[in-house]
T-cell receptor, first 109, second 115 residues
Framework: SQQGEEDPQALSIQEGENATMNCSYK?????LQWYRQNSGRGLVHLIL?????REKHSGRLRVTLDTSKKSSSLLITASRAADTASYFC?????????FGKGTLLTVNP | NAGVMQNPRHLVRRRGQEARLRCSPM?????VYWYRQLPEEGLKFMVY????????ESGMPKERFSAEFPKEGPSILRIQQVVRGDSAAYFC?????????????FGDGTRLSIL
């Protein structure tokens, strides 16, 4: 199954700043996914990084994976007010996504 | 191309009633997953279905809960004799193929409130 615990629980920054959130997991994984959830909406897939990859980029997103530390980080550069949302990670090898409580990111205009 | 459609968006039931939640996957997706999100918690896996088959129901409570994905029509999550603890947001997701490397596409959920 999948697993993921996000940290910090909440993060508040100003528009234009970078936001970094972290994810830890306990057992070995084949890949790790990051999702975003806007208030009252469903989750939106952001990016998937495989266990043999160390870093991956998608637009303003940068994800790193350190399998030796069983951790991942998501960096959002040049943040915008529209990035305000909860962010979740899930690492594993099959279809069962499992998330922690997420990181609530607030980007202030 | 429409995304995953869930209805109703909000559902209010009294204790002891039945709740039926519907999910239409994205066009071309034959794999459906149901998740439950309790207040201030992350999503928890409940059940994985393909057309006419339940593949994995390991996350679903043994009693009162059932799910189906018929050959025609939406997937249904059914909760019988609802209790206050069933109050939560229920999300459906779909994917075109099975696999841990397949991003799942989520609907906006059904928020179930039990009076």
């Amino acid at each position: 199954s999948q697993q993921g615990e996000e940290d910090p629980q909440a993060l508040s920054i100003q528009e234009g700043e970078n936001a970094t959130m972290n994810c830890s997991y306990k057992t070995s994984i084949n890949n790790l996914q990051w999702y975003r959830q806007n208030s009252g909406r469903g989750l939106v897939h952001l990016i998937l990084i495989r266990s043999n990859e160390r870093e991956k980029h998608s637009g303003r997103l940068r994800v790193t994976l350190d399998t030796s530390k069983k951790s991942s980080s998501l960096l959002i550069t040049a943040s915008r007010a529209a990035d305000t949302a909860s962010y979740f990670c899930s690492g594993g090898s099959n279809y069962k996504l499992t998330f922690g409580k997420g990181t609530l990111l607030t980007v202030n205009p | 191309n429409a995304g995953v459609m869930q209805n109703p968006r909000h559902l209010v039931r009294r204790r002891g009633q039945e709740a039926r939640l519907r999910c239409s996957p994205m066009k071309g997706h034959s794999h459906v997953y149901w998740y439950r999100q309790l207040p201030e918690e992350g999503l928890k896996f409940m059940v994985y279905l393909q057309k006419e088959n339940i593949i994995d129901e390991s996350g679903m409570p043994k009693e009162r809960f059932s799910a189906e994905f018929p050959k025609e029509g939406p997937s249904i999550l059914r909760i019988q004799q609802v209790v206050r603890g069933d109050s939560a947001a229920y999300f459906c997701a779909s994917s075109p193929r099975e696999g841990g490397d397949q991003p799942q596409h989520f609907g906006d959920g059904t928020r179930l409130s039990i009076l």
